[in-house]
């Protein structure tokens, strides 16, 4: 399975590729010359850890130019009055008449925790391509499912920080 982003997920990673490649590289490779020059390798833990976070470094620029390889590019947008990818929804869940907020955003952002729902998750694909004031039935498996009231669609963007740590 590839893994959903939008055109704006690709060029934060790229962004962040170019950061790590050009500022965050030379600063470790810096560490490690300025720790080896300590002396002693064999008892020397400031080379080992300027050498793990390179190593981290590295790995992670492998990481985002694997997933931007494999992606598969969806479309960020939906229409003025429908939930699309990246729009803020305020739901009413019926069972326990609770009002949730979530976010829907692409499988590798999806974190519950933080209100942000994958767009492969129930909930989300539920979701998407409604409309304000739908209800809707959100199944999460073949023994259960619930129904939700769509009260509200944000299609501004999120005002968090919005860096890509989650992917």
């Given at each position: 399975?590839?893994?959903?982003?939008?055109?704006?997920?690709?060029?934060?990673?790229?962004?962040?590729?170019?950061?790590?490649?050009?500022?965050?590289?030379?600063?470790?490779?810096?560490?490690?010359?300025?720790?080896?020059?300590?002396?002693?390798?064999?008892?020397?833990?400031?080379?080992?850890?300027?050498?793990?976070?390179?190593?981290?470094?590295?790995?992670?620029?492998?990481?985002?130019?694997?997933?931007?390889?494999?992606?598969?590019?969806?479309?960020?947008?939906?229409?003025?009055?429908?939930?699309?990818?990246?729009?803020?929804?305020?739901?009413?869940?019926?069972?326990?008449?609770?009002?949730?907020?979530?976010?829907?955003?692409?499988?590798?952002?999806?974190?519950?925790?933080?209100?942000?729902?994958?767009?492969?998750s129930?909930?989300?694909?539920?979701?998407?391509?409604?409309?304000?004031?739908?209800?809707?039935?959100?199944?999460?498996?073949?023994?259960?499912?619930?129904?939700?009231?769509?009260?509200?669609?944000d299609?501004?963007?999120?005002?968090?920080?919005?860096?890509?740590?989650?992917f």
């Amino acid at each position: 399975m590839h893994n959903q982003l939008t055109r704006s997920d690709i060029r934060k990673m790229e962004e962040e590729i170019e950061h790590r490649k050009l500022v965050e590289r030379k600063e470790l490779l810096e560490a490690v010359k300025e720790a080896r020059a300590h002396g002693d390798l064999s008892e020397n833990f400031e080379y080992y850890a300027a050498k793990r976070e390179k190593n981290r470094n590295e790995g992670r620029i492998r990481y985002l130019e694997r997933m931007i390889k494999t992606a598969e590019i969806i479309d960020d947008t939906s229409k003025e009055d429908e939930v699309g990818v990246n729009n803020a929804v305020e739901v009413l869940i019926e069972e326990d008449q609770a009002v949730e907020n979530y976010r829907i955003v692409t499988t590798v952002r999806g974190n519950s925790l933080e209100g942000l729902i994958s767009t492969e998750s129930p909930l989300g694909k539920a979701l998407l391509g409604h409309k304000e004031g739908d209800r809707v039935w959100v199944q999460v498996n073949q023994n259960f499912g619930y129904y939700v009231k769509i009260l509200k669609i944000d299609k501004s963007p999120d005002d968090r920080e919005d860096r890509l740590r989650s992917f």
